[in-house]
């Protein structure tokens, strides 16, 4: 359990993965020529989401295969409210171009009057997006910044048993400082990177038809340090590691397997609970608002809840440090796919 990969390619000859396990880097190369699925099954995207203890953006771009999407929620932790609008795009199948590094290559995607765009420039990234039917015509557009320090990250090569050629290669960078301004309608919101901070969800990989995974995720400060966390599960056969790791100061700590314990019912009608097997990550989420969507087309179904709210509890570093954490703006979700 928990093996660290070497460095190297990421598929081999017949398109397997070549190791599998954890890193605090990108250390495997990602080639799309290497995979030797079918392109309907290749699935790509770039997402972030950024949020202080008042907001949250979430901007998404993906090459699903045959299935391309822009997305940009925007979510008021005041007033307990989340708005999303997406624009589809048929058929891709690579076209899109997305990077196949999470350390350099640029996103400017536009579909309809929708467009996102990821910049990589140095010492950060540049986010900016326009989305004017956005909420019924009101509109949401915007640039942010993203400071990006020499963090250690969270990478997972993960290997799928019933499917040889299936994979995912995912990429998680918490804790980044983000300074900019989202306008929505007349309204212009600032975020501050003394209080504001994104996390990066990079993944590649040839998924199986039906899953349903769980994911967490919060970035912040903790006594003046800054201090997130990953944790997930649900997706391919996780044996060799999980992806739950720390961050504190941009050094990495690495979790065992943690376990959501989901409220019964609606998931943003009482608190989640969290709990690991090493007793490193004992944590309760109190929720603010669930991003909810559903969409089904024949056999085809997403059924997403990421629930936006607060953590609280204790997470141990790997020397035995103990940090009580409370209030700490964050998510968790829970998705299902038949794509």
Same mark, same amino acid.
């Given at each position: 359990?928990?093996?660290?990969?070497?460095?190297?390619?990421?598929?081999?000859?017949?398109?397997?993965?070549?190791?599998?396990?954890?890193?605090?880097?990108?250390?495997?190369?990602?080639?799309?020529?290497?995979?030797?699925?079918?392109?309907?099954?290749?699935?790509?995207?770039?997402?972030?989401?950024?949020?202080?203890?008042?907001?949250?953006?979430?901007?998404?771009?993906?090459?699903?295969?045959?299935?391309?999407?822009?997305?940009?929620?925007?979510?008021?932790?005041?007033?307990?409210?989340?708005?999303?609008?997406?624009?589809?795009?048929?058929?891709?199948?690579?076209?899109?171009?997305?990077?196949?590094?999470?350390?350099?290559?640029?996103?400017?995607?536009?579909?309809?009057?929708?467009?996102?765009?990821?910049?990589?420039?140095?010492?950060?990234?540049?986010?900016?997006?326009?989305?004017?039917?956005?909420?019924?015509?009101?509109?949401?557009?915007?640039?942010?910044?993203?400071?990006?320090?020499?963090?250690?990250?969270?990478?997972? @090569?993960?290997?799928? @048993?019933?499917?040889?050629? @299936?994979?995912?290669?995912?990429?998680?960078?918490?804790?980044?400082?983000?300074?900019?301004?989202?306008?929505?309608?007349?309204?212009?919101?600032?975020?501050?990177?003394?209080?504001?901070?994104?996390?990066?969800?990079?993944?590649?990989?040839?998924?199986?038809?039906?899953?349903?995974?769980?994911?967490?995720?919060?970035?912040?400060?903790?006594?003046?340090?800054?201090?997130?966390?990953?944790?997930?599960?649900?997706?391919?056969?996780?044996?060799?590691?999980?992806?739950?790791?720390?961050?504190?100061?941009?050094?990495?700590?690495?979790?065992?397997?943690?376990?959501?314990?989901?409220?019964?019912?609606?998931?943003?009608?009482?608190?989640?609970?969290?709990?690991?097997?090493?007793?490193?990550?004992?944590?309760?989420?109190?929720?603010?608002?669930?991003?909810?969507?559903?969409?089904?087309?024949?056999?085809?179904?997403?059924?997403?809840?990421?629930?936006?709210?607060?953590?609280?509890?204790?997470?141990?570093?790997?020397?035995?440090?103990?940090?009580?954490?409370?209030?700490?703006?964050?998510? @968790?979700?829970?998705?299902?796919?038949?794509?």
């Amino acid at each position: 359990m928990q093996h660290q990969m070497g460095t190297g390619d990421l598929l081999d000859a017949h398109g397997r993965l070549i190791e599998r396990g954890w890193a605090r880097s990108e250390v495997r190369r990602y080639d799309r020529s290497a995979i030797a699925a079918s392109g309907w099954r290749i699935k790509e995207w770039d997402y972030y989401c950024i949020a202080d203890d008042d907001h949250a953006l979430a901007l998404t771009v993906a090459d699903n295969g045959y299935l391309g999407f822009l997305g940009l929620s925007w979510m008021d932790l005041r007033a307990g409210t989340a708005e999303s609008h997406g624009a589809m795009r048929a058929f891709p199948f690579g076209r899109m171009r997305l990077p196949p590094s999470a350390e350099a290559g640029d996103i400017d995607q536009q579909q309809g009057d929708t467009r996102i765009a990821f910049h990589h420039e140095r010492g950060g990234r540049r986010l900016s997006f326009s989305a004017p039917g956005f909420a019924g015509g009101k509109g949401l557009s915007g640039e942010i910044w993203l400071e990006q320090p020499a963090d250690d990250r969270m990478v997972i @090569a993960t290997p799928f @048993a019933s499917a040889p050629k @299936a994979f995912y290669y995912n990429q998680k960078i918490n804790c980044m400082p983000a300074t900019g301004e989202v306008v929505l309608g007349d309204e212009h919101i600032a975020f501050s990177p003394a209080a504001a901070f994104a996390v990066l969800d990079w993944g590649r990989g040839v998924w199986t038809w039906d899953n349903t995974w769980y994911w967490g995720s919060a970035s912040g400060l903790h006594e003046g340090r800054r201090f997130g966390f990953n944790i997930g599960y649900g997706f391919g056969d996780t044996t060799a590691a999980s992806e739950n790791m720390l961050f504190l100061d941009g050094r990495a700590h690495k979790l065992g397997e943690v376990t959501f314990h989901l409220p019964d019912g609606a998931l943003d009608s009482a608190n989640w609970h969290f709990t690991s097997d090493d007793g490193r990550f004992e944590m309760e989420f109190a929720p603010i608002v669930d991003r909810s969507s559903r969409a089904a087309l024949g056999p085809i179904l997403s059924d997403q809840h990421q629930v936006f709210g607060r953590y609280a509890g204790r997470a141990v570093l790997d020397d035995g440090t103990a940090l009580d954490i409370s209030g700490l703006t964050g998510f @968790a979700e829970r998705v299902h796919n038949r794509w």
